[in-house]
């Protein structure tokens, strides 16, 4: 499959922007790991907002006609001679600014000022005392002393000319300054993280009162344009089809597509084998449910007959991955001329992979990395929401709630919790379990606050006794972790007796179960997942 990708480090290049996106907000990522949490608090202020590299040209920059620009915080140091950096036309032009730690730093390098390494650094909540003899407009309604979140080691000691300070911490350490009377505002700490008090408000003040923004990113005028962009482009002939699993991303966008190309949307399920106890039945009657037309492949025997000697967890994705893409293949060509590839990506997915030189932890199975000899173009309509934007998106478009709100699920599913020999027993064995613990967390009232829960199966057996015989059985671990995106989590500190009923059922129930354990390690230094 020849796909036509038309991403430049991820985004749209700004010829290709949709008209509705101006007047929002770009961030410049300069490499912090508060990027998406700044674009997630802008669009909860009902403003479109959205992330470019920091090297992308002024061109690309300005093409999408962003009312502001926001400089994100980065790890790295502009004293060095390859720090990243930014077109000093970009500040010297009309265009609203608000640097944003490293990005506060940065506007006072490139304007001619001084940055070094502070004596100390400042990390955590700090104690902030504003003047605001200024008229500071990012100030409106935010008290003269608050609480911040810092979190750097260099500082501003001398001003660009024309910049005036209104803020210091306690330390006596600039922390705030505006030039060109608050067009460019720039402030040491970090509005977008929670801890800081007023941060909302001033970054209300920078968009509405600085920027000159409406408040006009709405969920449901969203649809209605995307349902107009996805009819401009798939015409009344063209057919589309697409890699579905039951999730909430998939299923959001195929909804949203069928609503233009009807039957001419064909969603192929292919069911690997590694599916929990009763999935796949539950995702067929779904989109029965949901007139979506649906293809159920069972491959479970050839997925099982390719993993079943593999225990090396990358090896295992790949393996997986790669024949999901092939049986995939296959039966897209048997539904015959499809000119478009629906896809699920949401916008994390859309900036991770575009962020260069980091470690692989684990290969993401995603349909994404099709062959090169079939032409058909890739179809993203969700591609610029945040997950919990595709949430709420769900009930507009009649999709269940019991859909929407499904624990994220793996696309190598099962096969990534199963350790040591992956054999349909052992697969049943985990399912069985597994269904016992979510019933137990959903009886008690707990799924939808918990990020995900389920059971791992350990290639490790241990000796117990059962009526005065001695047994030897297999390890199960539970596992219920908190997250806002996947990418922390803390363990969740599940009801004891919660865990003692899960425990006791599964070892009675599941006669091959010797032992449960539990996992409450976080992430870092663990990853969800086993594998
Ligand atoms: P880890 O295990 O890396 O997982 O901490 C982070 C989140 O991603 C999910 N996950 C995947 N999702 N394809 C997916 O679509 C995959 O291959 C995959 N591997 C892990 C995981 O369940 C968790 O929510």
Not at 295 to 304: K, N
Not at 314 to 337: D, P
Not at 412 to 435: F, K, M, Q, S
Not at 479 to 493: Q, Y
Request: charged share 25%; aromatic share 6%.
């Amino acid at each position: 499959m020849n796909i036509v990708l038309t991403e430049v480090w991820g985004v749209c290049p700004a010829t290709m922007r949709k008209t509705e996106k101006s007047g929002g907000i770009t961030i410049l990522d300069f490499g912090s790991q508060y990027t998406q949490l700044i674009a997630r608090r802008i669009r909860e202020l009902e403003v479109y907002s959205e992330i470019l590299p920091w090297n992308a040209s002024p061109d690309v920059i300005l093409g999408g006609k962003p009312k502001g620009l926001i400089l994100s915080g980065g790890p790295r140091s502009t004293t060095g001679t390859d720090a990243p950096r930014l077109d000093r036309s970009l500040m010297e032009g009309e265009i609203p600014i608000l640097g944003i730690c490293y990005g506060m730093q940065l506007i006072a390098h490139t304007l001619g000022g001084e940055v070094k390494k502070g004596r100390l650094g400042e990390y955590g909540r700090t104690r902030v005392v504003f003047e605001n003899g200024g008229g500071e407009k990012i100030l409106s309604g935010v008290p003269a002393s608050i609480d911040v979140w810092m979190s750097h080691w260099d500082e501003v000691s001398r001003l660009p000319e024309g910049a005036s300070a209104f803020g210091a911490s306690e330390s006596g350490a600039l922390a705030a300054y505006s030039i060109d009377g608050g067009r460019i505002t720039a402030l040491q700490f970090h509005p977008e993280v929670d801890t800081t008090e007023y941060g909302r408000e001033m970054l209300s003040n920078f968009l509405f009162g600085i920027c000159g923004c409406e408040p006009n990113w709405k969920l449901g005028d969203w649809v209605k344009r995307s349902l107009e962009s996805i009819a401009s482009e798939v015409s009344e002939t063209d057919r589309v089809i697409c890699g579905i699993s039951g999730g909430v991303d998939s299923t959001v966008a195929a909804v949203l597509v069928s609503k233009v190309a009807g039957d001419r949307l064909d969603c192929i399920f292919v069911d690997h084998g590694f599916m929990r106890k009763g999935e796949p039945e539950r995702v067929v009657e779904a989109y029965k449910r949901l007139n979506l037309r649906i293809r159920h492949v069972d491959a479970s025997d050839r997925f099982l007959a390719a993993v079943k000697s593999i225990t090396n967890p990358e090896e295992k994705r790949k393996t997986i991955g790669e024949l999901f893409v092939r049986v995939f293949e296959e039966e897209a060509l048997k539904c015959g001329g499809a000119k478009w590839l629906l896809q699920g990506t949401i916008y994390p997915d859309v900036i991770e992979s575009g962020s260069k030189g980091g470690d692989v932890i684990k290969s993401h199975h995603n349909v994404g990395g099709l062959p090169d000899d079939m032409e058909i173009e890739l179809l993203e309509p969700i591609r610029e929401l945040f997950k919990d934007e595709v949430r709420r998106i769900g009930p507009l478009l009649g999709i269940p709630e019991e859909m929407l709100k499904r624990h994220p699920f793996p696309g190598p599913g099962l096969a990534v919790r199963c350790l040591g020999n992956l054999e349909r027993e052992r697969l049943d064995i985990l399912r069985e379990a597994d269904a016992i613990f979510i019933d137990e967390i959903k009886s008690a009232g707990l799924y939808d606050s918990i990020w995900q829960a389920f059971c791992v199966l350990l290639p490790v057996r241990s000796v117990g006794v059962a009526g005065d015989v001695r047994t030897y059985g297999e390890t199960v671990v539970l596992r219920a972790v908190a997250s806002r995106d996947g990418m922390t989590a803390e363990s969740v500190r599940l009801p004891w007796d919660l865990v003692d009923r899960t425990a006791k059922r599964i070892c009675q129930e599941v006669p091959q179960v010797g032992r449960v354990t539990m996992d409450v390690t976080g992430k870092p230094p663990a990853t969800i997942e086993w594998e």
